[in-house]
Nanobody, 122 residues
Framework: QVQLVESGGGSVQAGGSLKLSCAASGNTWRYNCMGWFRQAPGREREEVAVIYTASGSAYYADSVRGRFTISRDNAKSTVYLQMNSLKAEETAMYYC???????????????WGQGMQVTVSS
């Protein structure tokens, strides 16, 4: 099993920045990708970004490309999401996930964090 613990969520004003972290533990060999999802009330879960832990190749949703940056520290089994120029409509629960890449931006998340709230006030 893989355990994922997220941190860094909170409240910020529109235009501001937050950096999310997700630390993995357990059988970390079980995954080669880590990523972030978000879900706002009444909306479907949306994939935000994913990174291949070995190569560092990263993929982003169109809505965040150029504003968000996903990165990893393999020594710490941790993935980060730097979020800049945040918008009020990006208020949501943000979830970290780990899983297997299937090629390019396609991957299968197998393990999930508990989620944390990000609130962007206008």
């Amino acid at each position: 099993q893989v355990q994922l613990v997220e941190s860094g969520g909170g409240s910020v004003q529109a235009g501001g920045s937050l950096k999310l972290s997700c630390a993995a533990s357990g059988n970390t060999w079980r995954y080669n990708c880590m990523g972030w999802f978000r879900q706002a009330p009444g909306r479907e879960r949306e994939e935000v970004a994913v990174i291949y832990t070995a190569s560092g190749s990263a993929y982003y949703a169109d809505s965040v490309r150029g504003r968000f940056t996903i990165s990893r520290d393999n020594a710490k089994s941790t993935v980060y999401l730097q979020m800049n120029s945040l918008k009020a409509e990006e208020t949501a629960m943000y979830y970290c996930a780990a899983g297997r890449g299937l090629g390019g931006s396609t991957w299968r998340p197998d393990y999930w964090g508990q989620g944390m709230q990000v609130t962007v006030s206008s």
